[in-house]
C-alpha cells in the first residue's frame, strides 16, 4: 500500500503472533495469580471450577478457567472485585447502571499509563499527532470517554479541547474557532454535530479544518461510516471499548478499514458460543470474551462482554499483527426476538441508510398487542423527500417495509416523520425501545 501508517508501538502492535503469544501467556499466569491470591471472587470461581493459576500451562488451557459475568460485579459492588487497597487506586470510572447496579472500574498509576498507552495507539492509528487539535465531545465524568480520549492526546502530544458533550450550537462554533482537526464523540452525536453545521450554513469541507474523527461507544454500520465522513469531509475511524476492561481503547480501526486491532499484549480476546460458552475458532462469529494481561487495580479473568463480533487473524496492510474484531453486530442482550425471529437492530440501520431518501435519524419500537409481536420502526425523511408531499412518503414507508421484510425475515411497521422529527441524543442512542416486558 501506497500509505505510510503510524503506529505508535511498532514493537509491540507488528510483533510476530508466535512471539506475541509468549508475552500473552506469562501476563495471563501473573493476572491468575494476582486474582486468586488478592480477589475473594476469584479465589471461590477458581476453586469451584476445580482450577489453579499454575493449570495455564499454555494459552490453550484459557478455556479451562471459569468466566466472569456482570453480575459478579454486581454482587461485589462496588470495590469487592479490586486487587489492590483502595489508597492505591488514583481513578475511578462507572458505566451508568441503567440495566442494575453501576459497574465501578479503578485504576492504579501503573494502570493510567497503560490506558494511556493504548489510547496513544488509537490516535496514531487514525494519523493524529503533535499539531492537531482534538475536539473531545466525548461525555466526561464517570463513563470512561470523555478522560480516556482526554489521557491519550496528552500521550500522543496533541492539543486537546475537553468541550464534553452537549451546547451543540456552540460545539460548532468552537470547532471552526479553534480550527479542530479531530473530532472524537458517538457516532450519532456526529451526525447530530454535521447537521448544527449545515444548519448554521456552513461546509464542513470548506470552513472547517476536521480530518479524523474516531467514533464509538455504540453500534454503527459501514454506511453510517460513509454518511458521517462525506458529511463532515474526515476519515472515520472505528473504536471500541469498555469500562470493566480499561474503556476507549481496547480496540481501533486502522486505515485499511478491514476491522478494529485489539491491543493483544494487555487485553487477551476470546470468541465463544453464547449459549454454551464453547470458543469459537477465529472467523466465527459470537460473543466476544476478555481477560486483561496487565491491569493491577482491577484485573477481569474471561469476561463475557455480551458483544457479538467475529475475530481475524489474517495479517493486515498496515503492518499489525495484533487480531482484529470486526464491527459489533449486536449484543446478546440486545438481540430482539420478533416472532421467533433474530433481530439485530445494525440489520435495521443498514436497509434504512440504504435509501438516500431517508435521514439516519431512527428508533425501534417493539410492542406486543394482542399476544404478537409488533416491530415499528420510526425514520426521518430528508428535506427533499418531505418536500414531495404526502404520496411520496407513503410510497417510500412502502419500499421501506419490503426491503426490511426481506433482510429481517419478518414485516414491520414503518413511519416516516418529518425531517427533525426524531430526537437527537448527545452520548449513546437510545435505539430499541422493547415495550414488551413494561
Ligand atoms: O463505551 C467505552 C468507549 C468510549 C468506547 C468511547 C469507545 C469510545 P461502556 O460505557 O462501558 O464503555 O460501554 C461498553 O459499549 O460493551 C459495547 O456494547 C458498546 N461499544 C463500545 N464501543 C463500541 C463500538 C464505552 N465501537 C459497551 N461499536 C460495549 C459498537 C460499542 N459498540
Not at 245 to 268: K, L, R, T
Not at 306 to 320: M, P, S, Y
Not at 362 to 379: A, G, H, N, S
Not at 382 to 387: C, I, Q, R
Amino acid at each position: 500500500m501506497a500509505k505510510k501508517y503510524l503506529i505508535w508501538n511498532e514493537e509491540m502492535e507488528t510483533m510476530p503472533r508466535e512471539e506475541l503469544g509468549k508475552v500473552q501467556l506469562k501476563r495471563f499466569r501473573e493476572t491468575l495469580e494476582r486474582v486468586y491470591n488478592k480477589v475473594p471472587l476469584y479465589k471461590k470461581l477458581f476453586d469451584e471450577a476445580g482450577v489453579k493459576p499454575s493449570d495455564l500451562k499454555s494459552l490453550e488451557d484459557v478455556a479451562k478457567f471459569p468466566f466472569t459475568v456482570k453480575q459478579d460485579l454486581r454482587d461485589n459492588y462496588p470495590f469487592g472485585p479490586f486487587a489492590e487497597p483502595l489508597e492505591d487506586v488514583t481513578q475511578i470510572h462507572a458505566t451508568s447502571g441503567t440495566t442494575g447496579k453501576m459497574t465501578v472500574s479503578g485504576y492504579t498509576d501503573h494502570d493510567m499509563k497503560v490506558w494511556a498507552e493504548v489510547m496513544a495507539r488509537v490516535y496514531a492509528a487514525g494519523g493524529t499527532k503533535k499539531g492537531d487539535i482534538i475536539h473531545n465531545a466525548y461525555g466526561y465524568g464517570l463513563f470512561t470517554g470523555g478522560l480516556g480520549f482526554h489521557l491519550g492526546a496528552h500521550e500522543v502530544g496533541a492539543t486537546i479541547v475537553p468541550v464534553s458533550a452537549g451546547l451543540t450550537k456552540r460545539q460548532v462554533t468552537i470547532m471552526q474557532d479553534f480550527g479542530c482537526t479531530v473530532l472524537v464523540c458517538t457516532p450519532s452525536y456526529a451526525l447530530v454535530l454535521a447537521e448544527a453545521i449545515e444548519e448554521a450554513g456552513l461546509d464542513a469541507k470548506k470552513d472547517l479544518k476536521l480530518r479524523i474523527g474516531f467514533m464509538g461507544a455504540e453500534p454503527w454500520t459501514d454506511k453510517m461510516r460513509m454518511e458521517i465522513e462525506k458529511r463532515l469531509g474526515l476519515e472515520a475511524f472505528d473504536i471500541f471499548g469498555l469500562a470493566e476492561i480499561i474503556g476507549p481503547g481496547v480496540s481501533v480501526e486502522c486505515p485499511a478499514h478491514n476491522g478494529m486491532h485489539i491491543a493483544e499484549d494487555h487485553f487477551y480476546p476470546e470468541i465463544i458460543d453464547p449459549a454454551t460458552g464453547e470458543p469459537l475458532p477465529y472467523g466465527t462469529p459470537g460473543e466476544l470474551v476478555f481477560s486483561t494481561l496487565t491491569k493491577e487495580a482491577f484485573p477481569l479473568v474471561r469476561y463475557r462482554t455480551r458483544d457479538l463480533c467475529v475475530l481475524h487473524v489474517e495479517k493486515c496492510a498496515c503492518g499489525r499483527t495484533m487480531v482484529r474484531m470486526g464491527k459489533i453486530t449486536g449484543r446478546t442482550d440486545d438481540m430482539l426476538i420478533i416472532r421467533g425471529v433474530n433481530v439485530f437492530p445494525s440489520q435495521i440501520e443498514d436497509v434504512l441508510l440504504s435509501f438516500a431518501e431517508l435521514s439516519p435519524h431512527y428508533i425501534i419500537y417493539v410492542d406486543r398487542p394482542k399476544d404478537m409481536d409488533l416491530l415499528t420502526v420510526e425514520v426521518e425523511a430528508t428535506e427533499k423527500l418531505f418536500d414531495e408531499g404526502w404520496d411520496a412518503v407513503k410510497g417510500m414507508e412502502g419500499k421501506v417495509k419490503k426491503a426490511l421484510a426481506e433482510a429481517l425475515y419478518v414485516s414491520s411497521k414503518v413511519n416516516i416523520k418529518e425531517p427533525f422529527g426524531i430526537q437527537r441524543s448527545q452520548g449513546k442512542a437510545v435505539r430499541v425501545v422493547d415495550r414488551r416486558e413494561l
